[in-house]
């Protein structure tokens, strides 16, 4: 069976499925998805993608929240990893609230970034 969401239904599963990884959170969804400059980290990613798995275990380990994307049968987000990945569909796509980006980053990467210090790892 295939289901075809588009508009407001679209968005209100994007917003269940955030509020899976963040029950209760404490951010604004709507702001911060598809914007270069969102208030928090957004994560865009695939659930088959083991780059994924890794940021998301480095951010889980480290307690830092963030925001998760699926690109799965989602052509909006898809569409704007691409647009900023020169038309590639790069995941993850880890967007930062200065606006800076990560795209498949490694775990010392992503370690620089958060500034978690080597000692805790």
């Not at 659930?47 to 940021?55: G, I, K, L, S, T």
């Not at 038309?87 to 980053?105: A, K, M, Q, W, Y």
Request: charged residues 20%; aromatic residues 10%.
């Amino acid at each position: 069976m295939t289901v075809s969401l588009s508009g407001k239904n679209l968005f209100l599963l994007h917003i269940k499925r955030v509020e899976q990884i963040h029950p209760g959170g404490n951010f604004s969804v709507s702001n911060d998805l598809y914007n270069k400059t969102p208030s928090q980290i957004v994560m865009y990613s695939t659930e088959y993608c083991p780059d994924c798995h890794r940021a998301k275990k480095f951010f889980e380990t480290n307690g830092i929240e963030y925001l998760k994307v699926g690109l799965e049968n989602n052509e909006e987000a898809t569409l704007f990893v691409m647009d900023i990945n020169d038309g590639n569909r790069s995941v993850p796509t880890i967007i930062f609230p200065d606006g800076s980006v990560l795209v498949e980053p490694s775990w010392e990467e992503l370690r620089i970034k958060t500034a978690i210090p080597t000692e805790t790892l």
